[in-house]
């Protein structure tokens, strides 16, 4: 099987180098994909922490299980306090039980990730365990 590839917010696809998966190193849930610089965020605007949690909000909470392979998880977080999902590989793990981009990380295996950034909440990722449990808000509106 050749390696995986994530698109880019420009539709640009980029495909990872190297023969070994490296589950420490990047911020990106995948291994060893390469790190996009400073990419376009996906989001239409940020939303705060307090916006997502109103009740009667524009939001829907969804919780993913996912089973990392052996290349990772297949989607890249960004963002600060909430982080969102940039991208979803979509041959990968994380598209198969549903996570989309500009869904807003609550949660990492019980751990509260709202107030997180996405390099933090990257390490939670790639330092657990290889079945990890998402929970995210969604826009009724994306």
Known sequence: MGPRTAPSPSKEVKSRSGGQPSRGTDHDCHGNSPVLNNPKSVLKKQVSPEELQTP??????????????????????????PCHIQAVDPSGPAEAVGMKVCQFVVSVNGINALSLDYRTVSHLILTGPRTIVMEVMESLDC
């Open 56 to 81: 009667g909000g524009p939001y829907i909470r969804r919780t993913f299980t996912i089973v990392g392979d052996d290349v990772g998880w297949g989607f890249v977080v960004r963002g600060s306090a």
